[in-house]
């Protein structure tokens, strides 16, 4: 059984997470394997105490390469599911994604 604290394992911070969560409130997190919407909304609005407003998962597959000599499929980057989560309008923003203050 997950608990609340599995659920989250660390925020992605690209450019386009950073884009999105300055302008729309939105902020994107890797999450357990077995986790589903209501189990990421539960976790973030607990730990965080803010007000969700709306969670999308993906599953973000594999990336693959090949080798150079015998052309060959090689796996580079294991998947993993990923969760964007939407906060409510009056609520703050979460402090993992300031940057350097």
């Known amino acids: ?5 599995d659920v989250l394992i660390r925020p992605l911070v690209t450019e386009k997470s950073n884009r999105s969560s300055s302008k729309m409130g939105q ?3 890797q999450v357990a394997e077995g ?6 909304k ?6 965080f ?7 999308n998962i993906l599953n973000v597959p594999a990336k ?3 080798r150079a000599r015998s052309r060959r499929l090689l796996v580079r980057r294991p ?5 964007v989560v939407t906060l ?5 923003t979460l402090d993992i994604f300031e940057g350097v203050q």
């Open 88 to 92: 409510a309008a009056g609520s703050k």
């Open 64 to 66: 693959r390469g090949r």
């Open 27 to 29: 902020y994107t997190f």
């Open 42 to 47: 539960d976790a973030l609005e607990t730990l």
């Open 79 to 83: 998947s993993y599911k990923k969760a």
């Open 35 to 40: 986790a589903t919407r209501s189990m990421v």
């Open 49 to 55: 105490d803010v007000t969700v407003e709306r969670v």
């Open 1 to 5: 059984m997950i608990t609340i604290y």
